[in-house]
Every structure is written in C-alpha cells, then in structure tokens.
C-alpha cells in the first residue's frame, strides 16, 4: 500500500497529541493516528542509531483499561532520549492535521537529520494486555511499513520491562537471533538461583501473595515461579490475573490502587506476618504491605521502604569486602520521597540523598551521572538500582584477588549477583520483588521487621482539577513554585502552623491535574494542611 493509502486507512484528524513523561498516553478511540507515527518515528530512530534494535510499547500502565499508549525504547533500554519527544510530537500532530502535513513535516525530518530511509531498521515491538492492544499494533505496524528496508521482531504480550530487557539484549548479544523472550526468565531464575545458593536460603521468611492488578504481569510472573522450581511455588501465589477479562485491569487493585487508597486490593485475605505485594497494569511499578497481628492495620512498604532496604544491603557488602571508600553508592528521590525515609537514608545508614523532579528519567539521569551505584525509587514503587562499569571492574578485579579470604569473596559475589538480579534497563516490578525477596531472605527479616527500620510520617497526596495547569511552574526539584506569583509565601505560610511539616504543589506531567502533597506529624495534620493548600490552588 502506498504511505497516502496507509495514512487513510489508520489516521484521523483533530486530536493534539503531546509525547510526555509516560510517551503518548489517551482513550484508545484517539490513538490510532498516534501509532502510526511513532512507528515512523522508531525507524528513524533506528537508521539514526545504524540499524540498531529500537523499541515500541504498547500500554498504559496503571491507567483505566480503556486508555492506552505507546513509548519508544533506546536500544540499551532507556526511554526514548529527550531531544527526540518533540519530533515524535511534531509528526504525530502533523498526521492529526493533514497527510500532505505529514509529508512535508517527515521530509524536513529526513533532511535534518541526514536520515538514509533506504537503510535497514531494526524494531522491536510489544503490548500489554489490552483490549485495544492488537488493533493499535497494526496501525504502529502501518506506519513502520511506509519505509522499504525494515525488521520487525513482534514479541506479542510483555510487560514493560520485559521488553526493555529483551532491547538490550538484542544489541548487546553476540547472537542476536537467539534472543527471545525465554531469554528474560532464563537470566533472573538463574541468578536467583545463584544468590539464594549463596546464603543457603532454602524457604522463604513469609508467604508472599502478589496482586498482578489483572494485567500482563500476572502471566510473567507465573511463567518466571514456574520456571524457578519449589522455593517460589511453594512460597508465592499470584492473585487477579485475569488478563482475559478487560475490564478487571487495574479495577480494585493494583500498585496505584494500593498505594492511593492505602489498603488491600480486592481477592487479597490478608493474614498477619505474610507479605504482599502489587503490581502496576504492565509491571513495571511494586508496592507491598502487610497486616499487622496487633491492630489488624494495613501497613504499605513502598519505593521508599524498597529503597532503604536495598540501600541497607549494598552499604552491608560493600563494607564488608572493604569498597565502602571505593565505591559511591547513593540513593535518588523525589519530593514525594517520605521525609523519615530521607532521614533514615542520611542519618542511620550514612548514605547520600539526593532530589531530583518526578519522572524516572529525571531519577535515572542522577543515578547514573553521581553515583557508582546508584538506588532510585520513586514512593509510588517504580525503580531500580544501577551499577556503573566501574562498579563491575571493580567487583570483578576483586573477585579475582581475594579467593582466599571466604568473607570477602561472598560479598563480592554477592554485589555481583545482586546487579544482575536487578533489571538494569528500567524499573521492573518481578525484578524488584526478586531483589526485595533476596533481601529479606538474607537478612531473615519478616515484613513487620523491615518496616520497623524508620516510621512513615503521616502524609497526604490530593489531585486539584485547574482551568490551566501551564501556569504552574516549579523550582528546586519541584518543592517550590515560581507562578502563580504570591502562591508559595501563601503555602509556606500555612505550613508554619502545622509542626514538621512540609508541604508542595506541582503540576502533573500525566494527567491534567495539580498534584498537592503534604506531610506532618499526625494523619489528621496531614489531610488539613493537604486540604487547605489544595483550597489556595483552586
Ligand atoms: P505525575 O502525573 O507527573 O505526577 C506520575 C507519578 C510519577 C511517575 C509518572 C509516570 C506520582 C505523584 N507521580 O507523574 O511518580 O510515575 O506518573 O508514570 O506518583
Ligand atoms: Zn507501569
């Protein structure tokens, strides 16, 4: 089919599209257009890159079942780098306009680039599970046809992650035509296995439940315990994982939905001293939680408690194989980071903080450019921990030296392990909850024990729906606001009545709202404060 054919076929026009934190995220019925484009877009990127694999997701995460999105995803598995989101803006609104706006706008594209469209792209492509999934595939698939010389591997169903991972491997194998997507579970099994045999952990601590929020998660999760053998069968059941039932996803359960309304997902029988954990639409976010045996209370463990736990652990191995000094490890937050966890981090364990703005590529960037090894999670449960080159030849160099000293050498495996066990591309909830599981395991520690390490403040996080939320513009890792001019003196104001507390508005880069949080020393403080600065915004 000729470009105009397929332009007819699978765009429409009017909808305004913007590539944001998340790619391009809407209600299905819009997003037709969308894909299309950024197939386009991805085999641009790939000729750019020399042929190199690049990326395409189909999802959206934890957002109600009849939304959907589509990311693009560098070949060493990043996000899509920030330099090209407006070209994939522009072309998007160009097709949403007009075909001869398309033309034109891609030709300008081409030629600024210096882009050969005759050479050979290489694109990688998944989806959640999605109603809508299959249909927007083919229109992203349309758009990657326009062009003579292109590969495509459809990996079908993934999570997120999954295909971060599998991009990677793609461009890193040495056979890549050997990379599918049995080579995920092959490599995080067989280095859980490897930990676990290291400290002769035979059972878990606890039982551990996971709520796969009725998305893909549920179907990779299941594939990767049965695949790891009897310690996960016997110690992990996977709840809502109805996939097939559209409509369930992220109904009544979920990361979002566990964090938000600070309670048990639905089909979840909470019993003391077990653990649970949820995961978001697409499994790339985990929170888990507890019931206590006391006062029968929810008790969330979230990106903050993921982060000083594994933070905990790395400090242990680094010290005890001497590369405390060596190496720098930190941990990255944002301001929605709980202040007793950035006291914990700073105080307890000794370790640097620093606050970057919401977004993980905001986070990741900071890891990467301050830190050897760098801890980021955002409180919403979406992060990882990464491991520079540095850290691996050093740990390697090591490895080799102190053979004889039996210590020594089992932490440095351990750091090893432990940067392998963690998806280094992105966030990735089955691979946190392997590392947290890991933790746990060798600390012997039952999830009441991890929560006591610090208390959560009380705090409170509210949405406001403005006319305009351009006009909120933040400062300082987004703690301050620049405009609305007077509306921060007010916000401080009202924070000084309210002791140990803190408080921030922003606006949100996913959804057109503005965000309000607020943090004090009792949950009624907290909801009063979080509601009188919700009142100035308004
Ligand atoms: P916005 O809508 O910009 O607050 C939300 C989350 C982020 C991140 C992104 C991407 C909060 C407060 N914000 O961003 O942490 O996960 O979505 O999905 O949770
Ligand atoms: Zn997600």
Redesign the pocket.
Known sequence: MSFRDLYEQYCKQGHAYTYG??GFRAHNSVLDTVMFTTGIVAVLRSIYLKSKFVGVMITA??NPPEDNGVKVVEPYGEMLVQNWEPIATKLANAASSSFTQLESTLQSIIAELNIDTTQLANITVARDSRESGPRLLAALKAGISVFPAVKIIDFELLTTPQLHFLVYSLNTSSQPSQVRDSTYYDHFVSIWNQLTQLYEVTELPFHLTIDCANGIGADKVKQLISQAGHMLENSLTAVNGETKTFQLLNESCGADFV?TNQTFPANCNPKPSQLYCSFDGDAD?VVFYYVDGKENKFHLLDGDKIATLLAKLIADLLRDCGLSDTLKLGVVQ?A?ANGSSTKYITDKLKIPVSCTK???KHLHHEAVSRYDIGIYF???G?GTVIFSREFLETVDSRLQETSGNEQQYKSLLSLKLLSQLINQTVGDAISDMLAVIATLSIFNLKPEDWDGCYQDLPNR?TKVIVPDRSVFVSTNAERQLLSPEGLQAKIDLLVTQFPNSRSFV??????D?V?V?AEAETTESAIELATKVGELVK
């Open positions: 934190t998340a995460s934890h964090k976010r944002t929605y919401t977004g993980v955002e409180a919403n979406h996080l922003r606006a949100s880069g996913t959804e709202a965000r949080y």
